[in-house]
């Protein structure tokens, strides 16, 4: 079955325990929680990752070869500086949807840039939760239907 790893980034294993302002109340395990709802009704498997550690989630990148068909990235705070993310991207060629719990956009300037979406399909930020229920609607709609 089609396979699409859901990557999650640093400190988004506090998501649900602090600043509910900025982001929300649901917990990372409920959101996961959600993506395997989805996944059930949308016929992919999925494995849902996080990790605080660049080098941890690279490697993550890397293991998609062979295992995954698409990849879903919430890189955190990594989506603004590494461009060892971005590398680990495009050798992998695995197609990748850079996603975000905030509206990236209205937020502070250094939140604008984003090294993912230069080798991204395309960004989904500002639905919360929701975001990660949508980027794998997009996921599968790619990997599975006509494309034309
Ligand atoms: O909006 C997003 O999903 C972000 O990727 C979240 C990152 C931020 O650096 C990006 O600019 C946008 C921050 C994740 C921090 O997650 C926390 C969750 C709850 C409490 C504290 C941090």
């Given at each position: 079955?089609?396979?699409?790893?859901?990557?999650?980034?640093?400190?988004?294993?506090?998501?649900?325990?602090?600043q509910?302002?900025?982001?929300g109340?649901?917990?990372?395990d409920?959101v996961a929680?959600m993506?395997?709802?989805?996944?059930?009704?949308?016929g992919?498997?999925?494995?849902?990752?996080?990790?605080?550690?660049?080098?941890?989630?690279?490697?993550?990148?890397h293991?998609?070869?062979?295992?995954?068909?698409?990849?879903?990235?919430n890189a955190?705070?990594?989506?603004h500086?590494?461009?060892?993310?971005?590398?680990?991207?495009?050798?992998?060629?695995?197609?990748?949807?850079?996603?975000?719990?905030?509206?990236?956009?209205?937020?502070?300037?250094?939140?604008?840039?984003?090294?993912i979406?230069k080798?991204?399909?395309?960004?989904?930020c500002?639905?919360?939760p929701?975001g990660y229920?949508?980027a794998?609607?997009?996921?599968a709609?790619?990997?599975?239907e006509?494309?034309s």
């Amino acid at each position: 079955m089609t396979s699409v790893l859901i990557l999650n980034g640093p400190n988004l294993n506090l998501l649900g325990q602090r600043q509910p302002q900025v982001y929300g109340r649901t917990t990372l395990d409920e959101v996961a929680g959600m993506c395997r709802t989805a996944a059930e009704r949308l016929g992919v498997d999925i494995v849902f990752e996080q990790s605080n550690h660049e080098g941890t989630m690279i490697d993550l990148i890397h293991a998609t070869r062979g295992r995954h068909q698409g990849l879903i990235l919430n890189a955190g705070a990594y989506t603004h500086t590494s461009i060892a993310l971005m590398d680990a991207i495009s050798s992998s060629e695995v197609p990748t949807i850079e996603l975000h719990l905030s509206n990236v956009h209205a937020r502070e300037d250094f939140r604008h840039r984003s090294y993912i979406a230069k080798v991204a399909l395309g960004v989904i930020c500002g639905f919360g939760p929701r975001g990660y229920v949508l980027a794998l609607e997009a996921m599968a709609a790619h990997l599975l239907e006509d494309r034309s």
